[in-house]
C-alpha cells in the first residue's frame, strides 16, 4: 500500500474494512507521488504551460501579421512584364492590316503575285502602380492596428484567469488534502468507539442498538474518508493537467492552510474603481468596438475618389522576314494576254524600339449596389455588440466584487467562530466519552457530539479556504495582489 494512505488512527488499531482496503488502492493504484509545491512554484510552472496563454499569445502574432498586411495594402507596386510571339502569313493580296506583330502592311503582289511573312517580336519593361488616395486601406490598418492592441489586452486577461485558476485549483487541493487527516482521525475515533461498545455489550453493559449504531458510524466515517480521498486524486489530476504534468504523477500542496485577519487592504470604493479603472477585459472590448467602427469607415470610403497613377518603360525588339515573295505580271498584245517570267525577291527587317508614358485616373463610384452601406452596416452593428458585451462585463465585474468584499469582511469573523467550535468540540468528545464510559451518557450523545466535532473542523478548513479564494478573486479583477499580506497569518491549527 502506498505511504500515507491508510490513517494513523487505523494502522495503531489494525483495523479496516476489506472493502475499504480495496477501494483505497484502487484509487491510488499507478500514481506516483510528485513533490509537493507551493503556490509560488505553482503559479512559475503553469503560466509558461497554459494551453490558452499559448493560444492567445498565438492570436496576437496572427493580429500582428493583419497589421503588416494591411499596412503593405498602401504601399505601391512594381511589376516587372515581358513578352514575346511568333507569327507567320501567307498572302495572296497586296494590303495586310490589324494584324498582331505586323500592323499594317501593303506589297506590289500584281495579279497571281504571293508572299509569305514572319515576325519575332520581343519585348520587356516595367509597370508601376500606386494609389495615391489611400484612404479606405488606411482605415483597413487602423482596425487592424485596435485588433493587435485588443489581442495584446485580451493576452493580459487570460494571464489573469490562468494565475486565478491555479491559484483556485492549489486552495480546493489544500482543501481536500486537509480533509483527509480529518476524516482519517474521525475514523480512528469512531473504530475505538466500537471496539468499546463491543467490550461493554459483551458484558451485558450496553444495548445491541449501541453496537449497530457505533457500527454505523463507523461505516459513515469509512464512506466520508474514501469520498474526501477521490476528491483528493480528482483536484490533484485537475492540478496536474494544468501544470501540464504526466497523467501518473500526482502534485502535493506543500503551504499549510492559514487566514488573514485583513484579508483585503483597500475599501469597496477603491476596489470598484481599481477592477473598472485598469481591466484589460474591458481594454480589450473597447479596442474592438473601436476596430468595427473603423471597417465601417473603410466600407464607406469605397464610394469616395480613388486617385491611381499607372507608369511604365520598355524596350521591345522586332523581325520581320519575307522567306517568299513572288511576284508576276501579264502583257496584253491586242486579243490576247502573255504572261511575263515570276520574279522571287525575299527580304527581312530588323530593329528596336522603346516607349515609356504615364497616367493618372481618377474615377468616382456613382453606385455600387449597396456593399458600402451594407458593409458599414454590419460593422455598426458588430460594434454595438462588443458594447452591449461591455456592459454586461462592467455589471459583471461590479457584482462579484462587491459580493467577493463583503464575504471577505466576514470572513475573519466565520474562521474565528469556527475555530472556538473546533476547540469546544474536542473538549466536549473528550468529556462525552468519560461520561459513555462512566455509564451516565447514551452512546447517542457521544454520536452528536463527534459529528457535531466533524463538521466543525470542516467549517474552519472551508471558511480558511474560501477566505483565500475571495482574496484570489479580488486579485483577478483588480490586477494586484500585495505579496504580505496585511494583518498577519494564521495558521490553521
Keep these: 500500500m502506498a505511504p500515507g494512505l491508510v490513517a494513523p488512527g ?29 503556490l509560488a512554484q505553482v503559479l512559475e510552472r503553469g503560466l509558461p504551460a497554459s494551453t490558452d496563454l499559448e493560444r492567445s499569445r498565438r492570436e496576437l502574432e496572427r493580429s500582428a501579421a493583419a497589421v503588416s498586411f494591411n499596412r503593405s495594402q498602401r504601399w505601391p507596386r512594381l511589376d516587372l512584364v515581358g513578352s514575346a510571339s511568333g507569327t507567320q502569313v501567307g498572302t495572296s493580296i497586296g494590303v ?7 500592323g499594317d502592311l501593303s506589297f506590289s503582289l500584281g495579279d497571281q503575285g504571293y508572299a509569305v511573312l514572319q515576325s519575332l517580336f520581343a519585348g520587356g519593361g516595367v509597370v508601376f502602380n500606386a494609389n495615391l488616395l489611400p484612404i479606405s ?22 494571464e489573469r484567469q490562468v494565475r486565478f485558476e491555479l491559484e483556485s485549483t492549489y486552495r480546493e487541493l489544500q482543501l481536500r488534502q486537509a480533509l483527509v487527516p480529518v476524516w482519517e482521525t474521525a475514523l480512528g475515533a469512531s473504530l475505538a ?20 449504531r457505533a457500527r454505523a458510524l463507523r461505516a459513515s466515517d469509512e464512506q466520508g474518508l474514501v469520498t474526501a ?7 490533484q489530476g485537475r492540478l496536474g493537467q494544468l501544470l501540464g504534468l504526466a497523467p501518473q504523477e500526482t502534485p502535493e500542496t506543500a503551504d499549510p492552510i492559514t487566514s488573514l485577519e485583513a484579508p483585503w487592504p483597500l475599501p469597496l470604493e477603491a476596489t470598484l474603481e481599481k477592477a473598472l479603472a485598469d481591466r484589460p477585459l474591458l481594454e480589450a472590448l473597447r479596442l474592438q468596438e473601436r476596430a468595427s467602427q473603423q471597417r465601417a469607415n473603410a466600407a464607406r470610403a469605397a464610394l469616395l475618389p480613388s486617385l491611381t497613377l499607372l507608369a511604365g518603360a520598355g524596350i521591345n525588339s522586332n523581325r520581320i522576314d519575307v522567306p517568299v515573295l513572288q511576284q508576276s505580271g501579264r502583257v496584253q498584245a491586242g486579243a490576247s494576254n502573255v504572261n511575263l517570267p515570276s520574279i522571287d525577291t525575299p527580304g527581312s527587317l530588323q530593329g528596336n524600339f522603346y516607349n515609356w508614358g504615364g497616367i493618372v485616373m481618377l474615377r468616382q463610384p456613382l453606385f455600387d449596389g449597396g456593399r458600402a452601406r451594407e458593409g458599414a452596416a454590419l460593422a455598426e452593428k458588430e460594434a454595438a455588440v462588443v458594447a452591449a458585451d461591455a456592459d454586461g462585463a462592467r455589471r459583471r465585474i461590479r457584482t462579484t466584487v462587491l459580493e467577493t468584499w463583503q464575504q471577505l469582511q466576514a470572513s475573519p469573523a466565520r474562521i474565528a467562530a469556527a475555530r472556538e467550535a ?4 474536542d473538549r466536549a468528545l473528550r468529556d462525552a466519552q468519560l461520561r459513555y464510559r462512566a455509564q451516565v451518557e447514551p452512546l447517542t450523545e457521544v454520536l452528536l457530539v463527534q459529528r457535531d466535532l466533524q463538521v466543525a473542523k470542516a467549517a474552519l478548513l472551508t471558511a480558511q479556504t474560501e477566505q483565500a479564494l475571495g482574496r484570489a478573486v479580488l486579485a483577478r479583477e483588480t490586477g494586484d495582489l500585495p505579496e504580505t499580506p496585511v494583518g498577519g497569518a494564521s495558521p490553521n491549527p
Design 137 to 158: 486601406e488606411g482605415w483597413q490598418v487602423a482596425a487592424a492596428e485596435s485588433g493587435r492592441r485588443a489581442s495584446a489586452q485580451q493576452l493580459s486577461e487570460n
Design 229 to 235: 480521498r477521490a476528491e483528493k486524486l480528482a483536484m
Design 422 to 425: 473546533v476547540t469546544a468540540g
Design 193 to 212: 468507539l466500537e471496539r468499546d461498545v463491543g467490550k461493554i455489550h459483551g458484558k451485558g453493559l450496553a444495548a445491541r442498538i449501541e453496537v449497530l
Design 96 to 102: 495586310i492590316t490589324n494584324l498582331p506583330t505586323f
Design 10 to 38: 487505523l494502522a495503531a488499531h489494525g483495523l479496516m474494512a476489506p472493502g475499504l482496503v480495496a477501494l483505497v488502492l484502487a484509487l491510488a493504484g499507478g500514481r506516483v507521488m510528485a513533490a509537493p509545491l507551493t
